[in-house]
């Protein structure tokens, strides 16, 4: 038996030998030390995303059970109240958080690159916060926004004894403070980021543009902002991951409430996981999530790959 | 007419005294090249000029206007630099107009301008491209071109040709002092490439830490250099230095080295030497003649080969006299082999005797 293998095998080995190799053999190393990544891409990120959209399809409680019930999930998230307000608060600070960070991050980088005296030292209190994990910052806006005793108190102690601000108790305006507690968060980072593609410009088109009589916001927008696109775009890919993911500061900051005034989709799929065991609603809540990233993801990745082959072409 | 002047011009950065009470003076329609090795201040001179540098004291007068405090656009310069920098997200045309909209010229204007720039550049093929999809040279002539549509008097150049390919950068030289005979305009050009000095100014500034050290036509600095420092900057390779003393005998001078004695009855002092006065006797290594014709030459001599090097169009000799390194430089038909012992001869009128402060004796 073992013969007959030997002389099968033989043959076999000697054609490869003399032709070129199999390409699935071609730098052989670098493919199994990329292995492991590949495992856990297919199993962890692949593998789950499918389980879990399968089983959203399903009634399942705390523990997974493959009874099928269609969109009934879907159905009843869609109905949900709490699932409407989350989805329309993750847009709200959404949009906030792009806008206002991007912006924000922007003309402090703007500021910072002026040749400003003390830099080290503003750029450190910028980005000091993102230092800080979200419980704690969601702890001390807590107390910062707190219309008893927070900012509101020292503004009353100054002499405007009349004044109210206490957003963390009301309905309408409870989600910004959670943008204002995350902007207060991220837009250091954002601005480090700005900063660093500032730098990068060569400083001869600065010199090119003032011999040209361009004016310094000109020169910012229509020539600085343009050369700065890949840094523009990693920014946003990692403000827009957030964006998704935000949980723990809406925990620590408001735990949702007054009501379900500052929901967010992360929260209420961790809600239904973990607090009220019904593990088909909250996957059907993580399956919309996930196609909404995609529906966004998928075209402008088609974009970007598309516009970089006719790029090579041309 | 004066086109660009400096007076007492300085700068410093903190401490640093990059340019010491500068002064310069630039004829209308001048090619000018501020020549120096790194780090002698001639493109923060440059930059001072356009207006990119503030100045610490003096005054930079453009065309007769004061404009030592005037924003760089209100100087009437333009200025081509080192890395191009090109706009890399505007067509080549934008890149060229767009300075000109900014300033709310008529549209017809600017494209008549645009027009001519691209013909007198010959870049009409290139003008919807972006700057990414072009090579060096194209991108050199495009910053040109930008320079060229504001229509101003003063050209300034910061080491315009230094990031090109050798070849190009012939094909480019040649190709600006073309612009400069067709267009006339004052240009100020700083290298730290010789050839490109020699070749291309009408005048050159040798400059070394922050100071003009001789302001002169290419061939005075050239057979001329006012000091030790022009003289072993200008000229490859180098010119031979042989330290020594003058001494005078019957009238006659003298210069004195170690196993060397040459008569130097050609040569116009600049300042009446001293006797045993300490010197250096500078000789380009391309003054020195070789084999049978050497002994028609005022001052002959015999030398040791101890290297020869073959460079195509000349050979370089590596030779030694009494002790002395000498480099001859000479046609590559010579039969100079290593080892040889060679007659040479050369004419004192030629020659530079720098006394010990460096200064032209």
């Keep these: 038996m073992s013969n007959n293998l030997t002389n099968q ?11 070129r190799r199999h390409p699935l053999l071609r730098n052989l190393s670098a493919k199994i030390a990329a ?14 995303s499918v389980w879990s959209i399968v089983y959203s399809f399903t009634s399942s409680k705390s523990l997974p059970r493959e009874t099928f019930v269609g969109l009934k999930q879907y159905d009843r998230l869609f109905d949900s109240s709490r699932w409407q307000a989350s989805v329309e608060n993750v847009a709200i600070y959404g949009v906030c958080s792009l806008v206002f960070s991007l912006g924000v991050g922007f003309l402090l980088a703007v500021a910072m690159d002026q040749k400003i005296r003390f830099e080290n030292t ?28 927070g900012i509101a108190q020292v503004i009353r102690d100054i002499g405007f004894t009349n004044f109210e601000f206490n957003i963390l108790s009301d309905r309408e305006y409870s989600i910004y403070a959670i943008v204002i ?19 990068g410009i060569d400083q001869d088109i600065w010199k090119a543009a003032r011999v040209d009589g361009i004016p310094a916001w000109r020169t910012y927008l229509f020539i600085v902002i343009p050369m700065m696109k890949p840094v523009f775009i990693t920014t946003l890919v990692i403000i827009a991951s957030g964006i998704v993911k935000v949980f723990d500061l809406v925990v620590a900051l408001t735990d949702g409430g007054p009501g379900v005034s500052s929901e967010l989709p992360a929260k209420y799929v961790y809600d239904w996981m973990f607090g009220r065991g019904n593990l088909g609603q909250a996957l059907a809540a993580s399956t919309v999530m996930l196609s909404t990233v995609l529906i966004i993801l998928i075209p402008w990745a088609y974009l970007e790959y598309s516009q970089k082959k006719d790029a090579t072409h041309g | 007419m004066t086109s660009v002047a400096i007076s007492d011009l300085s700068l410093s950065f903190g401490p640093v005294e990059v340019l ?24 923060t001179l440059l930059n001072c000029i356009a207006g990119l540098l503030d100045v610490t004291a003096g005054q930079i007068f453009i065309d007769g206007k004061n404009v030592t405090w005037e924003e760089p656009k209100d100087r009437g310069i333009g200025m081509v630099f080192q890395s191009y920098a090109l706009y890399p997200q505007m067509s080549v045309e934008k890149n060229l107009s767009f300075g000109l909209r900014v300033a709310g010229l008529p549209k017809n204007e600017i494209i008549e301008r645009v027009s001519r720039a691209a013909e007198i550049l010959q870049i ?16 050199q002539r495009v910053a040109i071109g930008r320079a060229l549509v504001r229509d101003v008097n003063v050209f300034l150049f910061d080491e315009p040709l230094s990031n090109l390919d050798a070849k190009l950068r012939t094909d480019l030289r040649v190709e600006l002092k073309r612009l400069h005979q ?38 005075n600095i050239y057979n001329n250099p006012h000091n030790r420092f022009v003289a072993g900057f200008i000229g490859s390779p180098g010119m031979n230095f042989l330290q020594g003393a003058l001494v005078s005998e019957a009238g006659q001078w003298f210069f004195n080295a170690e196993g060397l004695r040459v008569p130097l009855s050609d040569y116009r002092f600049v300042h009446p030497p001293q006797e045993g006065q300490a010197v250096e006797f500078g000789l380009r290594p391309e003054h020195i003649v070789v084999g049978d014709a050497s002994t028609t030459q005022p001052v002959t001599m015999q030398v040791d080969t101890e290297l020869v090097e073959p460079m195509g169009a000349d050979t370089v000799l590596w030779t030694n006299v009494a002790g002395h390194a000498l480099t001859i430089r000479t046609d590559s038909e010579s039969n100079v082999k290593t080892g040889d012992n060679i007659n040479i001869g050369f004419n004192t009128a030629r020659v530079s005797i720098f006394s010990e402060n460096g200064e032209r004796v």
Aim: glycine fraction near 12%.
């Design chain 2, 124 to 139: 009409e093929p290139l003008l919807k491209r972006k700057p990414g999809a072009l090579s060096g040279g194209q991108r």
């Design chain 2, 182 to 219: 067709r267009l006339g305009n004052t240009m100020i050009y700083v290298t730290h490439d010789q050839i490109e000095a020699l070749t291309l100014a009408d005048r050159i500034a040798i400059m070394k830490d922050g100071l003009i050290q001789q302001f002169d036509s290419p061939s």
């Design chain 2, 20 to 43: 010491k009470s500068l002064n310069l003076e630039v004829e209308e329609g001048e090619f000018v090249v501020l020549l120096g090795p790194s780090g002698c201040g001639k493109s």
């Design chain 1, 9 to 19: 095998q033989a043959p076999a080995s000697e054609a490869t030998g003399r032709q």
């Design chain 1, 35 to 48: 292995i492991p990544m590949v495992l856990v891409t297919l199993v962890g990120f692949v593998g789950c």
């Design chain 1, 122 to 149: 503003f750029r450190t209190i910028f980005l000091y916060p993102f230092a800080l994990s979200f419980i704690v910052t969601g702890l001390v806006w807590q107390w910062l926004l707190n219309g008893d005793f």
């Design chain 1, 181 to 199: 507690a995350g902007l207060w968060q991220g837009t250091g980072f954002v601005m480090a980021l700005m900063l660093a593609g500032l730098r």
